[in-house]
């Protein structure tokens, strides 16, 4: 595994800017179409609290559910503007292995330490995740949770396989990533299809990993309406009830973590940026 690169302040700049840059293009896109979406993790987190990045934050992340993404596939090739930008899923680019969206840039490099070796598209990106239910009986949910472990770890061999110090780990990741790629994420697809049969009082995204207080996902009925938020400047879209979701998520979210950690949280090998004007 590379040595991580360390961002500078400057580069960290101009990072946030490509990903301001790829957040217009994605809202403009889903205003046009009447699409719903909510900023999510962090980005909402500095929305609210600082009304723009989190000063040390190094992306984007989106949320949407699955419906309202299938809305997004069918119109984003006739709209996206495909000289800048990439939409990047597990059928768009065939060596993709992440359970979520990507809106890459292109013409720029992001390569997170440890996936060196993947050969997908790594220009600097915005994380779009798309959430669907999670079943509401005591058994059935902690079975759906641990289908979810195993499809996120399967995805993730391909890197667990290389990165892994423990032996053991290494060698069940080296197993697991003989599991073609498509296989996993047409299980994960019938999964979805099951379980947006009905409504449930939680949502999650099958292949991204909660904290524990809220292990199995969070409130579905905070994606029942959105509003608009400000954004560096902008207006985007978040939900109405964001209190709650950034309470379940991170509990006192209004209070500063402490100094130390005040750092970007991606760990990069590579980086190549450009200017852009937002």
Known sequence: M???????????????????????????????YHISYSLDGGTLLGAVRHKGFIP???DIDVIMRRKEYAKFKKVYRRDLDDGRFFLQDYWTDPNYRWGYAKLRRKNTEFIRQGQERLQQNNGVFMDIFVVDNVPDGYISRRIH??????????????????????LLLRKIYQILSKVPRNHVFRIRNLLAVYTNR???ELISHYTLEYPK?????????CFDEMTEIEFEGKKFLGFKERHCYLSTYYGDYMTLPPKEKR????TVTSLKLIDVDV
Not at 145 to 155: A, G, V
Request: glycine share 2%.
């Open 2 to 32: 590379k040595q991580a690169y360390q961002i500078t302040d400057e580069e960290l700049k101009k990072l946030q800017k490509i990903e301001l840059e790829m957040l217009i293009e994605f809202d403009r896109i889903c205003r046009k």
């Open 56 to 58: 040390w934050d190094d």
């Open 145 to 166: 949770h641990f289908i979810c472990f195993l499809i996120r770890k399967t995805l993730y061999s391909e890197v667990g396989k290389y990165v892994e110090k423990r």
């Open 198 to 200: 009905k409504d449930t």
């Open 213 to 221: 207080h809220c292990r199995y996902g969070l409130p579905a009925r």
């Open 263 to 266: 750092v970007p949280k991606l």
